[in-house]
């Protein structure tokens, strides 16, 4: 990725309190302005908060004008490169062939792709071709989590460090449970919640 876009010359950049659908076109006019130099939507978040990346220039261009169009902040975030942007598709070339030539088996349980917020296909010669295009699209974890709820999901774990979905589920669906692991620590917590998340679905 950061072969793809050398430091400094891309940007992201979080926006809260403005819904995506005026990001989206603060975005196209920027990017259109700017001769097709990107800012695009990276991340749907919750539905307060969705985060953008592109070229470093589109991305300030385009950050005074969300607080402009009613933003609560704007808050441009410290990483190495425009992730989730089409400036990231040489990346996604770069991990085509590895992708090509590793064999993938079909779920036995159904994985969410972030890419379509859908259940990943039957088909495991798909996988490949969903993997490589999430390096440069957006996650849509908003839908991702209205799925979840549409299937009668009841409660979410976040494995890993941080909890950054676990605090933005409860903003996107209320209903549903979330909570995080990553110390060892918190075993004899999860296993409480566990069967607690066990007795709701056998209720």
Known sequence: MQEAVPVGEGAMAAVIGLDADSVEEICHQVTVEYGGEPVEMANFNSLEQVVVSGAAEAVHEAMPRFTEAGAKRVIELQVSAPFHSSLMVRAAEGLQPMLTHTQFNAFETPVIAN?????????????????????????????????????????????????????????????????????????????????????????
Not at 122 to 140: C, E, F, H, K, T
Not at 170 to 179: L, S, Y
């Open 115 to 203: 890419l379509t917020a859908q259940p990943y296909p039957d088909n495991p010669g798909d996988y490949p071709m969903i993997l490589a295009a999430q390096i440069y699209n957006s996650v849509r974890w908003v839908q991702t989590v209205q799925d979840f709820h549409e299937k009668g999901v009841t409660h979410l774990l976040e494995v890993g460090p941080g909890k950054v979905l676990r605090m933005l589920t409860p903003k996107i669906e209320p209903a549903i449970k979330a909570n995080y692991i990553e110390k060892p620590e918190q075993l004899e917590e999860l296993r409480s919640w566990l069967a607690e998340a066990r007795e709701t679905a056998d209720a």
